[in-house]
Every structure is written in C-alpha cells, then in structure tokens.
C-alpha cells in the first residue's frame, strides 16, 4: 500500500483528469445508494493499516445501531457526524467511476469502486445535492438495549452538575469499544482506558504477524476492523494466506478480502477483552503514533463455541510487553 499524503486511496487527491458530482451523504439516502451496486471494490483505511474487498454492500449501519459481519458481502459502519461530503468520481484517462466518503476536512475516508459497467450506468442516477450540504444529523450512541443521544444528559433542575451516565464502552460493550474509535479514533476513549471495568493489557507489537500465521496454519477464522476518520470497514472469515515484507508490512487474506498493516507505523498494541456474543471477547487493537486506534482483530457474531473458546485460548498466551 503506498502513502497518498495520509490518505491511502489512490488517485483521490485530484492530480488526475475527472469529473465529481456530489451526492446525498446523509443515512438512509447514502445507504439506498451503496447497496444499489452489485460489484464494487471497497477500500477503507489510511497509511497504517487498509482493508480491500470486492463485492456488494450490506445495508451500511450508523454507530449505535446494530452491526453485522456477514459472508460475501461488505460490511461498513460510519459516524455520520464526520462523514461530511459523499461524491462520485470519474476519471476521464480511464473511465474509472468510484464513489467517495470525505470528512469534514476533506479526506477521503470510504471509496467503493465501481467495477461492472452497469454499476457505472446506475451511478448516473444518484440524487444530486447542492454543495455545501452534509451528512451531519442527529446522532446516536449504544447505551445497553436503548439508542440513546449522543452525550451524557444533566441531571434535571441541578444546574452545572457533573454528567451522571459513564460512557458504554466502560461497560465493556464489544459493539461500544468499536463505536468509541470510530467517534475519534478511539483517543478520548485510551486516555480514559484504566476506568475500563474489562480486562486489558499492553502486549508486543510484533505478535500480530505470528497471530496471523498460526490462524492461518490451523484455520481458524478471524474478524478484522479497519478504522479511517468516520468510517470502518470489517471482514470475517478464515485467512487463506499471509505474508510480511522486509520492510514490516504485513498482509493477510481473509475470506473474500484484503488487509494490509504496517508494522513500522504500529506504536501500541493491546488486548482488551470486551462482552460479545460468546460473552468476553478478546481483541488485538493496533494503534498509530498518535494514540488511535488503526485496526482491530477480535471475533464478531455468533462464530461457534469451538472458535471463541480456541480465539480465547490463543489471546490468553499472548505475550504481554516485556520489562
């Protein structure tokens, strides 16, 4: 994966020849959009870590809402708050038609290439919307079976009182750890981290590669997450094949995609087990130099009691960071 100035789409940063039109960025219309195409190459992340799959949408999910992994098809998740701008782009060297999520400043955070012609047609019939117009609405966060606003209420008739309710991934809430990255890369939530109430510790950066290998030698599936600003992308399945470069890259194939990590661009490592389907869920979460968290390998859904319970016995005999 080259570097695009931090950006980590190709051709995004307009030094090519080609045309953008911008389109309704705002759920559900950008989703009735997405799911509309039946072949595309989806790609989300940044100089650290990217992920690449090829096929159709899943209906895309709002942090807050119910999130899903599912076979064969792309699953994406986006804050709406900072998912600004969505555009659809055509290169007139190639004919390329791509569509783009921007945040607010600008960067591309979500691309979905358009690879049949029909998909490309199609495109043509996205809605317009005027420039200047944003994603940005209302806005939710999980708060155990409710959705609740975003932000902690005051307690009522007590003015300049301190916030009761404790964020929901202090809780320890898989789905609440995802969303808290996703809200800000996870920045706010790791200087809070010693009020997780879960199990966590910092463990060596150099495990991720040999954790790839060994589920890969033995076939056992793995869900992997890939955070850009606002937006994450995640696959699940086993992986077919891995392999590392001199230079520390790491690749993986896994299921029906393609996740690349760079290892020099690794700071922090850490295993956080959190609530999920299996009850405690251990998590590998990989953070960039500036403290945020870039990817994420864990176990998403009902995946078997046999692969929780072999995930679970792999995470217990990590190695923590030497002193």
């Known amino acids: 994966m080259a570097e695009h100035h931090g950006c980590g789409f190709e051709g995004c940063c307009g030094r090519r020849n080609g045309t953008a039109r911008l389109i309704d960025a705002r759920m559900p219309e950008q989703a009735r959009c997405l799911t509309l195409f039946q072949y595309v190459q989806a790609v989300t992340g940044g100089p650290v870590a990217r992920i690449d799959q090829a096929g159709n949408y899943a209906v895309p ?40 999520l921007l945040d ?39 708060d155990g079976p409710h959705v609740i606003p975003d932000g902690p209420p005051m307690v009522p008739d007590v003015p300049e009182r301190v916030p009761k309710r404790v964020p929901a991934w202090e809780d320890g809430n898989q789905l609440a750890q995802l969303d808290a990255v996703l809200a800000d890369g996870g920045a706010a939530r790791r200087e809070a ?21 060994h589920v890969c030698s033995v076939g056992l599936p793995i869900g992997v997450a890939v955070f850009a600003p606002a937006a994450m992308q995640a696959c699940g399945g086993r992986v077919h094949v891995t392999d590392r470069t001199v230079g520390g890259r790491v690749f993986a194939a ?19 087990r959190s609530t999920a389907a299996h009850g405690p869920t251990s998590a590998l979460e ?8 870039v990817a994420v390998v864990t176990q998403f859904g009902m995946v078997g009691e046999d692969v929780h319970a072999a995930w679970e016995h792999l995470a217990a005999s990590l190695p923590g960071i030497s002193t």
């Open 61 to 100: 999910s709002l942090r807050g809402e119910a999130f899903a992994v599912r076979p064969g098809s792309i699953a994406l998740r986006i804050d709406g708050a900072g998912v600004d701008t969505a555009v659809v782009a055509r290169d007139e060297d190639t004919g390329s038609v791509a569509l783009r």
């Open 193 to 213: 981290f010693h009020r997780y109430r879960g199990e966590h510790r910092p463990i060596e950066v150099d495990v991720v590669p040999a954790v790839l290998d």
């Open 254 to 272: 896994i299921a029906e995609s393609s996740v690349e990590i760079d290892l020099a661009g690794v700071r922090a490592c850490h295993l956080v």
């Open 286 to 293: 990989l953070d960039d130099e500036d403290g945020r968290c």
């Open 104 to 142: 607010t400043e600008g960067r591309t955070v979500h691309q979905g290439r358009l690879l049949s012609e029909g998909d490309r047609l199609l495109a043509g019939l996205a809605g317009t919307v005027e420039a200047g117009a944003s994603a940005a609405g209302p806005h939710v966060v999980p």
